[in-house]
């Protein structure tokens, strides 16, 4: 898949139509944020496609899979109320499983 193959398929997915004539144009690049609650977490979803060779910026270790181009994603899940140090390990497990769920489910989606 090409970096422009990715880059329209993450726009059509995460945008709709109404938006893309809010906005006008073609995209040439994109970017998104989502903040959303999902159960007893505040979750941010921020990520966009990656074109040849600029993984390196963002990640420290070499890999084939960014050689024409890949996809950045960033999942914070957090919880700033009602927090009990005893509950800390228990609610880091449930973010780590959450977030594996939501990376596969993207990624899947896209065909990656």
């Not at 496609?49 to 890999?63: N, R, V």
């Not at 609610?91 to 594996?100: K, N, P, Q, V, Y």
């Amino acid at each position: 898949m090409s970096f422009d193959q990715l880059n329209r398929l993450v726009f059509e997915r995460f945008f709709t139509e109404k938006a893309h004539e809010l906005i006008g144009g073609r995209e040439t690049d994109l970017q998104f944020i989502i903040d959303l609650n999902e159960g007893q977490f505040h979750v941010r979803v921020s990520g966009g496609p990656l074109h040849e060779d600029e993984a390196g910026k963002y990640l420290s270790f070499e890999s084939d899979h960014f050689k024409h181009c890949g996809l950045f994603l960033d999942i914070d899940y957090y919880k700033t109320k009602n927090l009990a140090h005893s509950s800390i390990p228990r609610l880091l497990r449930e973010a780590i499983d959450l977030t594996w769920v939501k990376v596969e489910k993207i990624a899947s989606e896209l065909g990656l």
